[in-house]
């Protein structure tokens, strides 16, 4: 008997917002092209700010939250940070270990980063499940951040105005004594066509995607996912409060929520206002959602995640 709960949630976005009109005086666009191809209005770009400030503020906020939303909740119970992010500031030490010490978390926790691109906030969510299984301590700090902007290449239209930075936290908890679903499962599949952005040394370290592969990748995984889900956990779409999944374009979501007859309006959607920004995006969308008090307790919400690797990640949480 366990329950795998997210507790609290923050978010981080960088003060300089940039609009699809000033997207239009770098590139060779338009307002019209890309909100009719994604629903995307504005994004948030890095000036001041970077993956780990982000991820500072955001996973810090959920600490200030999981304060006032669990009496129990006390910061030495934090066993676990992860953080989950293809952008960190460093090669080495990971955004997890410098969000710990910001975070003033002591000695005693295991943190380190993911890259599963923009599955990396759902696995890092299945990792902090199954790590806390075999922990003493209760709670995890998981987050994804990140700085897009940093792999962008401005001259490309193709890619350019679709991502954005930004950074997404949960505070979770395995209580021992409570009972409640929680099923995440993860998959992937090695392509370094659709989806790639070379590293260290690499003559040009810019994303290059083909799109409308990813598109039907996309379309074709989260249902996939999303059925898994509820086939392994006995739920159908009218039991599911919210399905949340990774903002990468409102067209991809339109496609997919078609799909679950009579659900349709449980799709969140709020790519228009940050863009894609990937392993943060999930995060960000929780964080609205609990923020605006939509999700209550004893809520079931189901997330998916997919993105380059190629991979994808679905999971069903009870709030
Ligand atoms: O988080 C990772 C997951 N990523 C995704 O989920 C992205 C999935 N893919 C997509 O969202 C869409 O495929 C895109 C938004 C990237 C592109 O939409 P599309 O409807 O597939 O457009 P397209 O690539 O077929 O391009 C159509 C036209 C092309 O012009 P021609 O060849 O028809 O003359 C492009 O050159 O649109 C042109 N185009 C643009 N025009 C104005 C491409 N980008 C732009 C742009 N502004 N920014």
Known sequence: MSLFQIVATGRALPASKVTNEDMAKLV????????????????????EESCCSLAIKAA??????????????????????????????????????????????GTDVMSFDINAAC????????????????????????????????????????????F????????????REKDGICYINSFSEGNNEDLLCEGIGAKDNYLKMKGQSVFKFAVRVI??????????TGL?????????????NARIIDHVKKQYEGGEHKFFQNVEKYANTSAASIGIA??????????????KIICVGFGAGLTWSAGVFTT
């Open 28 to 47: 060779e666009t338009s307002d019209e092209w890309i909100k009719t191809r994604t629903g995307i209005s504005e994004r948030y770009f890095c000036k």
């Open 236 to 248: 159908s779409i009218n039991d599911i409060d919210y399905v949340v999944c990774h903002q990468a």
């Open 60 to 105: 810090g906020e959920a600490v200030v939250r999981g304060f006032e939303r669990d009496a129990f909740f006390c910061k030495s119970d934090i066993g676990l940070v992860i953080a989950a992010t293809s952008t960190s500031d460093y090669v080495f030490p990971s955004t997890a270990c410098v969000v710990a010490k910001s975070l003033e978390l």
């Open 164 to 175: 954005g930075d930004g950074s997404g936290a949960a505070l979770v908890k395995l209580d």
């Open 119 to 162: 599955s990396g906030f759902m696995y890092a969510l299945r990792t902090a499940k199954a790590l806390l299984e075999n922990m003493d301590k209760k709670y995890a700090l998981v987050v994804g951040s990140e700085q897009m902007s940093k792999l962008l290449d401005f001259t490309d239209r193709n890619t350019c105005v679709l």
């Open 286 to 299: 929780l964080d609205e959602l609990f923020v605006s008090g939509s999700i209550r307790e004893g809520m």
């Open 223 to 232: 249902k996939q996912s999303i059925d898994d889900v509820l086939e392994k």
